[in-house]
């Protein structure tokens, strides 16, 4: 084994998927497998085949359907856990069992209700077992965060001994510091005789908001293999992040460790996960939140817009983005604005920005964002006849729906001076009418993203609506306001296209 390499095991469609609400089809964990596998992660840990008939047959079905990650299946410390399991890799090109037991004095006494030796003997047996049918097992130590230390190494260096290939020490509730964790991992690596023979692994909560950490002080310590949730999910607050990890081991170079992750992937996946979990990503999120790379401080902006390292120690293009996002407010500087002035086809040379920048300010400090509109009205260009002689305007908008009715939408457009009208008909208002502007457009466009926001609350709110659009390689956002959702959502669309255009 490559001492550097570091194996990532990614648990999204096991751990990530208990979540409340978060439940997949199996249909749907095969898209998300296959996008792991194209990701590059090492294992997969498809389902936990005795719990149900669904979870048995999903990790059928990706066995079948993806072929170069390992497949894992979890057990508990049990031989119907375990021909479960087997059954269920049956198709596996790579299978891996993964068993295992709790190894606190907690959980001995209050979830077993038994003592350290029978717990101890258990393991063994459980490993044995598993090893009938597969070469490959990992055996986890349930709650070893908390566990004793010199019986976690007796436990660790039995099951070694029994057949285990990979030894998981969870931080089952996210208890430990990053020290101690640490530390763990360190004592097994002096302790456990027989530790050459296996890869440590470290499985870390979130609870108290440390797993990332955890994670890492484990690799720095030894541990060779990481178990991951796209986006963090999981159990109460979640698992270690694979975003972090993989982007925390390409960031830190001196560290010397290197993963099979195409990080280019990364934001790719971290939308379909959400998307089919259910599950939005908070804006803060680091690496994949909405704001990860938008900056609306004024020092921080000028200092991006001059050298992007000043503010920014990963670069966009790195996890599948495009770019940052230098998004305008009351906090914003001059460099920003003539950066915004500048993409919207103003030539500085020609304006007086300090009495731009003084009217912007005033703007600004009656809406919390700036968009494209508003700095077209600042400029004196942002009338609702703006486009009538160049661009794309919205000049006919009907919408047809109901139940049973099938979704239907008019839009006339006028593109730089001349009126196009379609129909089309979508699984909903905003879909036909998007369809419908497809049909006049006639171009590769794809919707990336799409969020409405209500202004202040209320059935006649002023409804905000966000959307990114994917052309030829670029992003484009646009943005739309009206008491109607449909009408607010043409119009962002049609914002994103003007900018295209």
């Known amino acids: 084994m490559d001492n550097n390499r570091v194996y990532v095991f990614d648990t999204t469609l096991r751990d990530g998927e208990q979540v409340p609400g978060c439940q997949l089809t199996t249909v749907e964990k095969i898209i998300v497998a296959k996008e792991l596998e194209a990701l590059g992660v090492d294992v997969i840990e498809a389902g936990f085949p005795i719990s149900s008939p669904g979870d048995f047959q999903s990790v059928v079905e990706i066995s079948k359907a993806v072929s170069e990650p390992v497949i894992c299946a979890l057990t508990r410390a049990n031989t119907a856990d375990i021909d479960a399991a087997a059954a269920a890799l049956k198709y596996a090109k790579r299978k891996r069992i993964h068993t295992g037991i709790g190894s606190s004095d907690m959980h001995i006494k209050y979830k077993f209700n038994s003592t350290r030796e029978n717990i101890l003997e258990r393991a063994v047996e459980a490993v ?3 090893r009938k049918f597969v070469d490959d097992i990992e055996f ?10 010199e019986y976690l190494a007796r436990m660790i260096e039995a099951v070694i001994a029994a057949g285990a290939t990979v030894v998981n020490i969870p931080d089952t509730n996210g208890y430990c510091l990053p020290e101690q964790y640490g530390a763990k991992i360190k004592y097994l690596m002096d302790h456990v005789s027989n530790i050459d023979k296996a890869i440590i692994s470290v499985h870390c909560h979130n609870d108290l908001g440390l797993a990332t950490a955890n994670t890492i002080a484990g690799v720095m310590n030894g541990a060779r293999q990481v178990e991951c949730t796209i986006n963090g999910i999981g159990e109460r607050a979640g698992n270690t992040s694979l975003e972090e990890v993989a982007m925390i081991l390409k960031t830190h170079h001196a560290l010397g460790y290197t993963t099979g992750i195409n990080s280019k ?15 939005p990503v908070q804006p803060n999120k680091a690496i994949v939140g909405r704001n990860a790379f938008a900056h609306s401080s004024g020092i921080h902006q000028d200092g991006v817009l001059k050298h992007r390292e000043n503010y920014e120690i990963l670069n966009p293009e790195d996890i599948g983005l495009q770019s940052n996002s230098i998004i305008l ?9 003539k950066h915004h002035l500048e993409r919207l086809g103003y030539k500085i040379d020609k304006i007086n920005i300090d009495e731009v920048y003084a009217r912007f300010l005033e703007m600004a400090d009656t809406k919390k ?39 239907m939408a008019t839009v006339k457009l006028r593109i730089n001076g001349e009126e196009k009208e379609a129909s089309a008909a979508g ?9 419908a502007i497809h049909a006049i457009i006639q171009d590769d466009i794809t919707l990336d993203e799409f969020s409405i926001q209500a202004m202040r609350g209320g059935s006649e709110d002023v409804s905000k609506v966000n959307m990114r659009v994917h052309h030829a390689g670029k992003s484009y956002y646009g943005f739309g306001y009206s008491t109607d959702i449909v009408n607010a959502s043409v119009h962002a669309y049609v914002d994103a296209l003007n900018k295209i255009y």
């Open 427 to 435: 699984n909903g208002p905003v879909n036909a009418t998007i369809n």
């Open 369 to 407: 964002e700036i968009t494209d509109h508003d700095l077209l009205v600042l400029m004196g260009d942002g009338n609702a006849d703006h486009y009538d002689d160049k661009g794309i305007k919205v000049t006919l908008l009907q919408v047809v729906c109901g139940d049973p009715l099938r979704p």
């Open 140 to 149: 986890y130590a349930e709650d070893a965060g908390r566990a004793d230390n």
């Open 329 to 337: 407010t009351a906090r914003s500087g001059r460099h920003a604005l």
């Open 265 to 279: 992937k990364i934001y790719e996946i971290s939308n379909l996960v959400s998307n089919m979990m259910r599950m």
């Open 128 to 130: 044995k077992y598993a």
